[in-house]
């Protein structure tokens, strides 16, 4: 949510200041920002964020205060019903940016302040200042996210909100909201979505000593993994036509992946040692090793592999029992010191579907050498 906030922000800034350029029509506008914010999300804010938010924790972004959401979250570990606080606001607020984001598309495309919140709402509102981006968060939230929220909104629901947008032209300008949600915003959205016994993933991986899972890719690929906004599955980079300069993986693993359905998750190890990592720089790529927050464990859609996900006799699936065939203890042992079974539990998998976002990366900008 601080991510979006700060990135929001800036653009809001550029807004006020006549900085932000002119559209010939409204498609133009809403695409052109939909850019402009992913621009300033990944060059301006991702690298600043965590310094912004460890020395100012209270600074106010908007109407957000990192400390009100950083002492939720740490509660919402062991609280389920803080965790579905935590879930409806990351919805409620991402609603209202993207309000507050299309109104400015409007009126960069020549129309009126007033008339772009009617547009967006079917209201007529009045300024009798110049608003703030505090401001316009607020006529959103009265205006429409409350109502729809309120519609819309179940515990339940919550896993398919986003989407449910899909399902009316609530209008906005004729579109779905669904529609102009980022697909990065969606990806991050699809990772937040939680498993429902999660605070069980979390005791076990306590229990175990799991601080990050690990992704081993060439150093050459962080330039892209930067722009793109995280690691994607194969199956995404092929039907998004994505070159990656080293990809992983060959035409039999490939074939394997998609004969056990697999195609479509990036790969994770427990351990911080994988043996197809030395393989790779005995090849003679420059490999590096990033490190992934554990949280990706507890999406709904994550899956885990006992071995490697390639092997014949591997057995994988979402549930907790699926994490619990894990041989941990195997996978965070050195690999040379292994013998039989457990040199193939070592290499134990976490697979993501389609993405993991960049923000779940928490070394992307140094990360470790292998």
Known sequence: MMYR?????????????????K?????????GMEMLYGKVALEEIHQNLEHWLEVRPSEKVG?????????????????????EELEFSYIFDLLQEKLVLYWMALVLCGNTAVDAIAKLTDVVVEFTAPPTYADMKHIFQEL???QYLHKRYSAEAANHIQFDVCDEQCSLLGL????????????IINVSLRKEDQSAFRSLLDAEGVEYFYHYTAKSNLESIRKLGGLFSWQYCRDHAIDVPS???TDQTHYLDEKFGLLDYVRLSVCPDYPMAYVRKKAGLDIVVLKIKRDVAFAKETIFSDINAIDE??????DLQHLKNINISAALTEYPSLSGMLKKQHDAEIMVKECVPIEYIVNIDNPDEF
């Open 313 to 318: 006799n591997h057995v994988h699936g979402g």
């Open 5 to 21: 906030a700060y990135s929001m922000m800036f653009l809001w800034v550029r807004y006020q200041n006549g900085m932000l350029p």
């Open 23 to 31: 559209f010939e029509s409204q498609d133009e506008a809403l695409k």
């Open 144 to 146: 429409f996210v409350k």
């Open 176 to 187: 779905n909201v669904a529609k102009h949600i980022s697909e990065h915003e969606q990806h």
């Open 63 to 83: 109407n957000l205060i990192f400390t009100n959401y950083d002492a939720k979250a740490t509660a919402a570990e062991f609280s389920p019903s803080i965790l």
């Open 247 to 249: 990809p992983g993986g």
